[in-house]
Structure formats: structure tokens, C-alpha cells
Nanobody, 128 residues
Framework: QAQLVESGGGSVQAGGSLRLSCADS??????????LGWFRQAPGKEREGVAA????????TYADSAKGRFTISKDNTKNTLYLQMNSLQPEDTAVYYC???????????????????WGQGTQVTVSS
């Protein structure tokens, strides 16, 4: 099981940076034992995968829109997943969610149907 809570969202201007965090204060091994993902959903659009990481932490996967700008990482000792977002653009505006599934890896890391546990989301707004 997992209980995920995102934080770090906010409002920034285009070109700025944010670092999102996703922590589980209830189940201490969530981040170290689950495949993990970051997803986002803009108004009127479907939820899309942004970045994902297998349980071992050695296989990051990025959406084309995130490559070169976003970095997914985790700290098992803090039971926390991160998403560092640089060079943000207005089209990055969305609610960002973290997700987990208790497998070492998933077949389609950026597909939301692969994940069982979800946080409540954190809003990211990028203005031009």
C-alpha cells in the first residue's frame, strides 16, 4: 500500500524552475520498493505521463516534452520522490500527480493505467 502526498507546486514565470516532491509518511518503504511516476493533467486534457522511475532507480523514462528539462529522482532514506522542472513553459501548466505500483518495473512507465496508488496532486502554473 501507499499514501502519497505531493508538494512544491506553485506559480512561476516562463523559464523558471520548480521542484516537486512526493512523500509517503505512512508506509516507510513505498519509494524504495515501488515503480514510480509523475503525471500531469491540464484542464480539458487527458492525464499524461511526464517521467517515471523503476524501483531500483536506474531506469528513468521521460516524455518527449520533458526530456532535457525535467529530472526524476528519489531519496529512499527520506521516502520521497522528486521532479526537478527547469525551463518551464506555459504549456507545462497542469495539476501534477505522483503515482506508484509495487513492482520493480512496469511495462509502460508513462501509462497511467500501470499505477495503482496516486497522490492528490499539486498545481503548477507557468505564466508567459
Amino acid at each position: 500500500q501507499a499514501q502519497l502526498v505531493e508538494s512544491g507546486g506553485g506559480s512561476v514565470q516562463a523559464g523558471g524552475s520548480l521542484r516537486l516532491s512526493c512523500a509517503d509518511s505512512t508506509y516507510p518503504d513505498t519509494i524504495s520498493t515501488n515503480s514510480l511516476g509523475w503525471f500531469r493533467q491540464a484542464p480539458g486534457k487527458e492525464r499524461e505521463g511526464v517521467a517515471a522511475l523503476n524501483a531500483g532507480g536506474e531506469r528513468p523514462t521521460y516524455a518527449d516534452s520533458a526530456k532535457g528539462r525535467f529530472t526524476i529522482s528519489k531519496d529512499n532514506t527520506k521516502n520521497t520522490l522528486y521532479l526537478q522542472m527547469n525551463s518551464l513553459q506555459p504549456e507545462d501548466t497542469a495539476v501534477y500527480y505522483c503515482a506508484a505500483r509495487s513492482l520493480q518495473w512496469v511495462t509502460y512507465p508513462l501509462r497511467h493505467s500501470e499505477y495503482y496508488y496516486w497522490g492528490q496532486g499539486t498545481q503548477v502554473t507557468v505564466s508567459s
